[in-house]
């Protein structure tokens, strides 16, 4: 999304390039404004760490200030997404932890999936085999979700005594494929099939295993040339009127549309249009 700010103005320091992000828990990838997240520790179905997360956490917030980064898809190497937090670097240390300690964690896990919710780029989860725990909360924080027949998406918290409300799972995922089906999958934490995730929503589409990553990145390029301002507008109306009513709802989408009219990129669809060419947007 491009930020108006002249030459010298103090905030101009708040904004900067993502693209040459220097990742060290994860491999980052950037090209013609596709900022691609590859989680890579297949050996072990690229699970979280601390680290990871807390990286992960920091990037999608340093993303709502990028000027570069047009949209963003997640992925995972190796075949698979991502088995969740790490069961040695992760689950046992959390069972010698003080309570303080714990909500620590809980809390920062919770931002990642906020983060992921609040950056302006439409971000893209590229989804193949294992998708579990805290690997299907970040999937479900995608705004769009495209897997393959042999992905398994479980949110598998009860299966290690925990309550499947997990990074906000109880608010996110009956929005997505329903109350019931939610209720079902977060009680007893058995896993989604691609099928199913397809059927219920969960999934926009399927692919096969070698089309997936480059199918989720044209489409995060097709997003990324289009009118970027707009995009972050809708994202943002996604997300705050989940809790409006009608009323509410109606009336930010007014004012919504009414700050985008004042954009660069609607006086070039309207000219593009007059002249029977595309518009190219420019993001402002």
Known sequence: MKHYMAAGNPMQAQFSAKGSHAAR???WHFDHGVGTVTLNRP??????TFESYAELRDLFHSLKFATDVKAVVITGAGGNFCSGGDVHEIIGPLTRMTMPELLEFTRMTGELVKTLRNCPQPVIGAIDGICAGAGAMMALACDLRLGTVDTRTAFLFTRVGLAGA???????????????RASELLFTGRAMTAA????????????????????????????????TFAHGMTKTMLQQEWAMTIEQAVEAEAQAQAICMQTQDFRRAYEAFSAKQKPVFGGD
């Open 166 to 180: 997990d990074m906000g799972a109880c608010a996110l995922l009956p929005r997505v494929i329903g109350q019931g």
């Open 25 to 27: 828990h994860f491999a």
């Open 196 to 227: 199913e995730g397809l059927a219920w929503g969960f999934f926009n589409a399927l692919h096969d295993r070698t089309d997936l990553l480059p199918r989720a990145q044209a489409l995060a390029r097709e997003l990324a040339e289009g009118p």
């Open 43 to 48: 050996e072990r179905k690229n699970p979280l």
